[in-house]
């Protein structure tokens, strides 16, 4: 390897512009620079229109689907509301059809009640009568037993006489 000496490199001349332009390859970098505008330019002045328009058309179809996420969020907050408006009504349909059952079953429990009273006083009634019955053949049956014992016993000619004017004062009652 071959070192230059830094001597070599800041002995002499200074540092300045250098003002020729043949030297300076200022027209080379000109005659390049155009050429390159003239060729690419066009290039690249379509691929940014290309690019400006893609970035235009993504923000219209952003614009579209936000305006499309609006009427989607109005309409489901409409059906929201729908909603609440049935939720509502059933659960004041489910309030009256409890209150007319409860007093369905309130009159259904009185009818029963009552019921139950009239076949309580029926069956009173019944026991009574039964009673009633039972004693009455009891009384008939001792006095059927007094009157056979006096049979047997034979019966006196005063008796006979009250029995005969008590039948003939009851078939003179029943005429």
């Known amino acids: ?3 230059i000496p830094i001597s070599l490199i800041f002995s002499g001349h200074g540092f300045g512009f ?15 620079i155009g050429v390159v505008v003239s060729f690419v330019g066009d290039a690249v002045r379509e691929l940014l229109k290309n690019r400006k328009e893609t970035i235009v058309n ?10 499309e996420a609006q009427e989607k969020l109005s309409q489901a907050k409409a059906q929201l509301a729908d909603a609440q408006k049935k939720a509502t009504e059933i659960r004041e349909q489910g309030l009256v059809a409890a ?6 079953c309130i009159k259904q429990a009185e009818e029963d009640a009552a019921r139950l009273k009239q076949v309580q006083q029926d069956t009173i009634r019944f026991q009574q009568q039964k009673a009633i019955q039972q004693i ?37 009652r029943s005429l």
């Open 99 to 104: 209150e007319q059952e409860k007093k369905l």
């Open 136 to 172: 009455s053949q009891q009384i008939v049956s001792l006095a059927l037993q007094q009157v056979r014992q006096k049979l047997k016993m034979g019966a006196s000619a005063p008796f006979h006489v009250s029995v005969n004017k008590s039948k003939i004062d009851l078939f003179k």
């Open 58 to 67: 993504n923000l219209r179809e952003a614009d579209n689907r936000a305006l």
């Open 18 to 32: 250098n003002t020729n332009i043949f030297e300076t390859n200022v027209i080379n970098l000109a005659v390049v």
């Open 1 to 3: 390897m071959n070192f």
